[in-house]
Nanobody, 116 residues
Framework: QVRLVQSGGGLVQAGGSLRLSCAAS????????MAWYRQARGMERELVAV????????HYADSVKGRFTISRDDAKNTVSLQMNSLKPEDTAVYYC?????????WGQGTQVTVSS
């Protein structure tokens, strides 16, 4: 059974840092494209970062480039999102995600709140 369990997040002041982690079970994470999305209140879910299968190519939303880093730990079967220089507009629920022929799989969501 495919499961994605998230940890991290919380409340931080603007300019601070947070790290989100997503632990995978039921599959080997390094064989999948992994992504982080976020959804602010009243807004649509948006793609934040993507890590390809080899781990060598990443994609970031323009709004987070240079501040967020997606990475993978194959030994722990986890993917992480390091978020630096956080801004109030980064406040959202963050989700890790992957997909295959069976469908799309999501973590449970983690609240990140950045105070000004």
């Amino acid at each position: 059974q495919v499961r994605l369990v998230q940890s991290g997040g919380g409340l931080v002041q603007a300019g601070g840092s947070l790290r989100l982690s997503c632990a995978a079970s039921g599959f080997t994470l390094r064989n999948y494209v992994m992504a982080w999305y976020r959804q602010a209140r009243g807004m649509e879910r948006e793609l934040v970062a993507v890590l390809n299968i080899t781990g060598g190519i990443t994609h970031y939303a323009d709004s987070v480039k240079g501040r967020f880093t997606i990475s993978r730990d194959d030994a722990k079967n986890t993917v992480s999102l390091q978020m630096n220089s956080l801004k109030p507009e980064d406040t959202a629920v963050y989700y890790c995600n992957t997909w295959d022929h069976n469908g799309s799989f999501w973590g449970q969501g983690t609240q990140v709140t950045v105070s000004s």
